[in-house]
């Protein structure tokens, strides 16, 4: 069944759903997006991507289309649009068409397109069941990957090299240091039992996710430290696993084919995955 | 004028050239271009830009989704639909639509657009006459410099960076030494008359007006030295330039606020200027 998808105050088939080839956001890759889960045909942590939607607006000095309030009311409008049940809905904002110059329009039309995707996040799949295998790859983006813009490619590229050695994802790393997975966090648990990431920088997404997964973590009285950590030290932790908005928490259970731990999902990956799932499905909007 | 532009095989009024909001080129800044410049109605050093364009489409794995043939004719065709006697084509080839996956699609058909911008760039404006003033800014775009994708959000913040502070440009660095200018090649002329611009690699952009003047340059028994140098080296050179298809040969008359040479255009500059306009012109296709 065709998607209906909204595009600057249209709701449209998303055949009919185009932009011109002079906008911004296909020329210059000059967008920035978001992707927020949708859980019994609700909203799941929205505050925390409406909040970063905002941020990543401000850092590249675009403007929103609409007001907060309207934002939240296409969100709702397109699951209902579309039946949504459990999936996503995918946000972007582009500085929007004009005449091809390195210089920032004078008088900019963003443009705001959302669609949806219907898929199973919430029921454990066999990547929840089994963990996943990954591989490490240096990373090549750009420098200000704190901002959440549709300069993928290199994530994109990273994807295929995974799948190419059998590996569903990729952990990329800089300087020595494991910077964040192709499109979620990367984080690993010592086997002393401290859960392990990254400190936010430009060097990583602020991940919604990973913020909501530290907070249940504390809570729960597992120890948290924000840190580089290497290569070496995740092949030899405890547990290692990824988080994202619809991938929530997902175990790792190979890293370039070292096995971590005992090769299955580790106690505390489940327990941040149940922390997650009884704390975020009870606080849908 | 409303331009007649290409996409997919029709010709188009501007206003009616959309692509999906689906396409990897949107979504994944998944898509390489070419900016090819036109004078007297023909095509300026296209041999150059079509080689690589395919080195591009190779380097991301893509497919051109035409002939060499046919996109040879397209160029041609585009100059007289529109028209246009001086300024520049420029093409943009993504990996299409999809349904959003950061893996590549299976079966991807790419969109090639095409459009034109008609520009004065032959005649000596007041850039050439004057020289510009260029600001220095770390070098914070991907790894992969050499793959000239549509990945251009920093150059473009660099562009409004520098139009900040007055100036015309930024030369970017990295590690010490300068990269390149946000979309064209740097170059600096020593004292004792040497030609000095970046070895290829990944860093850089392999210009094709670059590899030109350094040509001409050698023919014309002028030094070239392909290495790295720093903005220290570059603030006390005797001239600086950039070059690129449309700005040809420019002169770069101060870097952070400080006089490059006596301040004004030098001569090794204008000469490898007239040696490239006095071959490119007697070389249009």
Redesign the interface.
């Known amino acids: 069944m065709s998607r209906i ?1 909204y ?1 600057n105050g249209q709701w449209l088939p ?2 009919e ?15 920035i ?1 978001e992707v927020t889960a949708v859980a019994d045909g609700k909203l799941m942590d929205y505050a925390g991507h409406a909040a970063r939607l905002m941020r990543s607006i401000g850092e ?2 675009l403007e929103c289309p609409v007001s907060a309030d309207e934002l939240l009311a296409i969100h709702r409008e397109i699951v209902v649009r579309n039946n949504l049940v459990e999936g996503l809905i ?1 946000l ?1 904002i ?1 500085r929007g068409p004009d ?2 110059d ?3 329009p004078k008088s900019p039309k963003p443009t705001l ?1 959302l ?1 949806t ?1 219907a898929k199973k996040f919430i029921a454990d799949g066999p990547n929840v069941v089994n963990g996943i295998p990954v591989i490490s790859l ?1 990373d ?5 990957r704190d901002i959440k ?9 990273a ?2 090299e995974a ?1 190419k050695h059998g590996a569903a994802d990729a952990w990329l790393y800089e300087d020595g240091f494991v910077t964040e997975a ?2 979620s966090t990367a984080l690993i648990v010592t086997r002393d039992g401290h859960l392990i990431t990254r400190q936010l920088s430009h060097a990583i997404l602020p991940g919604i996710t990973r913020g909501s997964i530290l907070s249940l973590a504390r809570d729960a009285g597992i120890p948290v430290e924000e840190r580089p950590f290497t290569l070496d030290e995740a092949k030899s932790a405890a547990e290692a696993m990824i988080t994202s908005a619809t991938q929530m928490v997902q175990p790792v259970v190979k890293i370039d084919g070292d096995v971590i731990g005992d090769g299955k999902p580790g106690p505390v990956t489940k327990r941040l995955r149940k922390l997650y799932i009884d704390y975020h499905l009870s606080n849908l909007i």
Do not use: C, N
């Open positions: 998808v595009l998303e055949a759903a185009k932009v011109s080839i002079f906008d911004r956001g296909y020329v210059f890759g000059d967008a997006y590249i000095a995918y972007q582009s005449d091809r390195f210089h920032f397109s669609f995707q240096p090549l983006r750009w420098a200000r813009t549709v300069q993928l490619l290199y994530p994109s590229m994807k295929m799948e192709t499109s």
